[in-house]
């Protein structure tokens, strides 16, 4: 329950901001520029924050990080509700997406030190809970606020539900997992050495690309296509809504897949041609190409789990996912950065599209070789 919990925590910070960015840039006189900043800023803490959770997890340990990194998040998130101008919403904003950061990264050796035989299951059920927790933070945040009559109590929920994930992590303290072997620890920098470690972290980036570029510019595809403002949006809700279901099959599925590579490729294959769809019929079948790019996101709790499953250590597992997932949420930045340059540079959405499939397709390429059954330190002894 506490990683379910900690699960549900790493995306409300992010799903709440968009659904009332209007109202909030209205009261904080916040411009343009900073509103960007604001919506650049998760991929940027994902990133820069994430590759340190290794160090911060060798020094004070695994469940005191937990329990660290929910408190960050409440206390940013807490901070952000009450700012009275736009650069101090900003700041808390990234504080809070620091914690959720680290919290990133635990995630997967969480998993692989508590359910060692349960991985793709609890893994895939955590995937589940962060999709779900960026879906009910964007669904409830309005209500909230237009019940309370301010955009700030709907904001401030979510401050509440890192405080209570917070209770239970605090019990766990006492028994902390540590290094077994401090003087061999495996490092985020050693990993370079990896080839598994590069292929995951660009074949996570390149589904991140397709999360983030969704989230940024599939309703505006829809709208430029002659749908209405609300019907996009809720083509969205579907792609978003899937991913839950989806993640919750994919133990079953892994099980079926026994390591090969029809799986990955499976991802990349429904993932473009739900972009193709939207491209060249997007008013035909538009909830049918929803249902695809939400199918495809199923990518996103496999890699996870695939992270846990491909180390032997909970040692190397934290830096694993600390390289894979800071490295991985910089080239995200390319899903959304890139699809709104090229729509900009052609005039057109051929073009973005036409990046996301080749971006869809590189999941099918990497994820070929992140399914054989390689160990990460199993590449570093053979250096």
Not at 301 to 322: N, Q
Not at 347 to 367: D, Q, R, T, Y
Request: proline share 5%; net charge neutral.
């Amino acid at each position: 329950m506490c990683i379910i919990l900690l699960a549900l925590n790493l995306r409300a910070s992010v799903g709440s901001v968009g659904v009332v960015l209007n109202d909030i840039r209205g009261d904080l006189d916040m411009s343009a520029t900073t509103a960007g900043a604001l919506t650049t800023l998760p991929v940027i803490c994902f990133a820069v924050v994430g590759s340190l959770a290794n160090t911060i997890v060798r020094a004070i340990g695994l469940h005191t990080t937990a329990a660290a990194s929910t408190a960050v998040v409440a206390l940013g998130l807490g901070a952000r509700t009450f700012a009275e101008g736009s650069g101090l919403f900003l700041v808390a904003s990234g504080v809070a997406l620091a914690g959720c950061a680290i919290g990133n990264v635990i995630l997967p050796p969480l998993v692989k030190v508590h359910f060692p035989d349960r991985i793709a299951v609890v893994s895939s059920i955590a995937g589940a809970a962060i999709v779900g927790g960026a879906t009910l933070s964007a669904a409830l945040t309005v209500p909230i606020a237009e019940a309370t009559g301010d955009w700030r109590w709907g904001l401030f929920a979510w401050a509440l539900l890192a405080v209570v994930t917070l209770l239970p992590w605090l019990r766990l303290i006492r028994q902390d997992v540590r290094s077994t072997d401090a003087a061999t620890p495996i490092t985020v920098g050693e990993l370079v050495h990896a080839p598994l470690a590069w292929m995951m972290a660009v074949c996570f980036g390149a589904q991140a690309a397709q999360a983030y570029a969704q989230f940024g510019w599939f309703p505006a595809i829809l709208e430029d296509a002659g749908l209405s403002d609300a019907y996009a949006g809720s083509m969205l809700a579907i792609v978003t809504g899937i991913g839950i279901p989806a993640a919750l099959l994919l133990p079953a599925v892994i099980g079926w897949s026994r390591d090969r590579a029809w799986l990955p490729w499976s991802f990349a294959v429904v993932t473009a041609a739900g972009w193709l769809g939207v491209l060249w019929w997007p008013t035909v079948a538009p909830w049918a190409w929803a249902v695809m790019l939400g199918l495809g996101g199923a990518a996103f709790p496999w890699v996870l789990t695939m992270i846990a499953k491909r180390s032997r250590t909970h040692e190397g597992t934290v830096a694993l996912s600390g390289f894979v997932q800071g490295l991985g949420y910089l080239i995200a930045a390319l899903g959304p950065f890139g699809t709104g340059l090229l729509h900009d540079s052609t005039g057109g959405w051929g073009a973005p599209v036409a990046m996301l499939v080749a971006l869809a397709l590189l999941i099918g390429v990497l994820g070929t070789y992140v399914a054989r059954p390689i160990m990460v330190e199993d590449q570093l002894q053979a250096r």
